[in-house]
């Protein structure tokens, strides 16, 4: 079956981006969007990327190819049992996986969900800073227990992603807690630790400040649900993260020099087989 | 008194880089180096920075107007002593201030000491590294206690580096573990923790990922002296990051929205405040 109808519920970053790029590589599609917020509406419609912009679910037709739920994880899973018949295959690109795939296996009998995540984002969000070229190069995850359809992984490809697959849900959740959840939380506590003005700090600041807490900045909604959704992978890593802090304080502490330069060395190990890992690609 | 005859000693990533700024920018100046490492030596040739290349402090002359000490701060402070009467001011560029600081005012009886500090580096060192742009728009820090003269002030304005003045060498490593050492620690922690292999978490990892940990990778003999020296602060950061770390995950294990709110805001609002400085120069 080729896509030929795709609608995206909503239109913000993740979703203005794509009908940007899809509009534009893929001009056969029908690409429709809805969007429930008036203002981020009309932003859309200056994207000149969709045909029609829909204000609910309900008014959208009921026979799209792939409807692709381009909203934060609770909102997904809240519109899941609208979409029900609405399309043929439902596609999300939430951060956090087991609770969408839960609900997906649950409430979408009879249709094909394919659950997924684009590797992509910006600190700002909405419309305005949707991006055709957003995905290029980015990771875009499926799981080998949802394999889609050729039809899909191709539309990911046209959008410039590379596809990648992990065993589940968990699995999923469990990396990004690393990669993802965990390391904004990193920057954050970079953030908050210290006892000078920040103003102050930034008079004698270099760039390793300035690239470890650049996530600090990110808007805070999204994050308070991702990593509510993601809490037991999320508290495990923190645990590890604090536990690798404290060695580092209790080796300075004793004046223990070799114990200070093991962990340095773990650290440089591990950060070194990922860049060679990435590299090879 | 202007500038006429400069001593780098140590030739390598700093050494190197203000050799090639200055032979191109000031090229009135006499300007030679002392590297002790062979290696570094005949590589510091091929820059074509420095006039005379001496094999040791005490093989070069004694009248040089600025002796700038670029080595590493053991180093530094060991060679201090072998500097009495080689240069009329003696300027050190370490990233820790207080025991360099200690040691210029115990030892540099009758030469004039400038500590200080440009905010510039690279996970590679070595002359080959070295860069004239490196100080290009970096903060290059002097202390309120010991001011250098206007000749030097102007050298580092001619790097092109921004002259940002604090009270004094306690003051300046309590900054510097805030805003470098404790981030370095940060990089590390966030390398560190998870139970996934590095080569698989590359393969879904975002620019969160590579930016975060980036630091990682920095070679370890330079971090363990700079953590040393700076041991106190150092210590009282990590204190207070592990103490943020900590609250994020009780936050989430209490189920406390609104407590990972406030401290997603608080980071938030730090950040912030920090890159309003810096976009105000």
């Not at 429930?36 to 932003?43: F, K, L, P, T």
């Not at 684009?118 to 055709?132: F, I, S, T, V, Y």
């Not at 046209?158 to 959840?181: I, K, N, Q």
Request: hydrophobic content about 50%; glycine content about 6%.
């Amino acid at each position: 079956m080729a896509l030929k109808r795709v609608l995206c519920i909503g239109a913000g970053l993740i979703g203005g981006s794509m009908g940007l790029a899809l509009s534009r590589r893929m001009p056969h599609l029908e690409l429709d969007a809805v969007e429930v917020d008036a203002a981020y509406r009309e932003q859309a419609m200056t994207l000149s990327a969709f045909r029609h912009l829909w204000h609910a679910v309900e008014s959208a037709p009921a026979d799209y190819d792939l409807a692709v739920l381009a909203v934060p994880v609770e909102a997904a899973i809240q519109l899941l049992p609208r979409l029900r018949g609405k399309a043929h295959w439902v596609m999300d690109v939430c951060s956090v996986k087991r609770p969408v795939v839960e609900a997906m296996d649950r409430l979408l009998a009879g249709t094909r969900a394919v659950p997924s995540h684009p590797m992509a984002g910006k600190a700002q969000g909405g419309p305005l800073a949707a991006d055709e070229a957003l995905f290029e190069g980015r990771p875009w995850i499926f799981l080998k227990t949802h394999r889609p359809p050729g039809e899909i992984e191709d539309l990911v490809v046209r959008l410039g992603a590379r596809v990648v697959y992990v065993d589940d849900a968990d699995e999923h959740d469990r990396r990004m807690a690393e990669v993802s959840h965990g390391i904004h939380l990193a920057s954050q506590c970079a953030a908050l630790a210290g006892q000078t003005d920040p103003a102050m700090l930034a008079e004698v600041a270099g760039p390793a400040f300035w690239d470890v807490t650049r996530l600090a900045a990110s808007p805070s909604e999204f994050w308070i649900q991702t990593l509510e959704a993601n809490r037991d992978h999320v508290i495990a890593w923190l645990a590890q993260f604090e536990a690798a802090a404290r060695a580092f304080r209790t080796a300075l502490e004793r004046k223990d020099t070799a114990g200070v330069q093991i962990l340095l060395e773990e650290a440089r190990r591990r950060r070194e087989r990922a860049e060679a890992a990435r590299t090879k690609k």
